[in-house]
């Protein structure tokens, strides 16, 4: 279940919602007048939510790719390449 606080237990509370993003990995809802304002979360959770969104645009952007052409390749034709450079990105 989400975790709502009002924003002033940012300030008077700190330590505690700290805590709570910490040990449960789940951001907190911070709300003003009633009203959701921001989100506290970890480093550690942002992050994570950072690396998801950027798999979810790359996969997004090959099942793209993979509608307007019917090139395919096999993972016998791509894996060589990859062990050989693994620093080369993909365009």
């Known amino acids: 279940m989400p975790q709502i606080r009002p924003v002033s237990d940012l300030r008077n509370n700190f330590a505690e919602i700290s805590r709570i993003v910490h040990e449960t990995s789940e951001p907190v809802f911070l ?10 979360m970890s480093m550690e959770a942002y992050e ?6 950027e798999i979810y645009i790359k996969l997004k952007e090959a099942e793209m790719e993979a509608k307007s052409t019917d090139l395919r390749y096999t993972h016998e034709e791509i894996f060589p ?8 990105k993909a365009e």
């Not at 709300?31 to 506290?40: E, I, S």
């Not at 994570?48 to 969104?53: D, G, I, Q």
């Not at 990859?82 to 080369?88: E, F, G, H, I, T």
Request: aromatic residues 8%.
């Open 31 to 40: 709300t003003k007048n009633g009203y959701g304002d921001m989100v506290v």
């Open 48 to 53: 994570r939510k950072l690396f998801e969104s």
């Open 81 to 88: 390449g990859l062990r050989a450079n693994p620093d080369v």
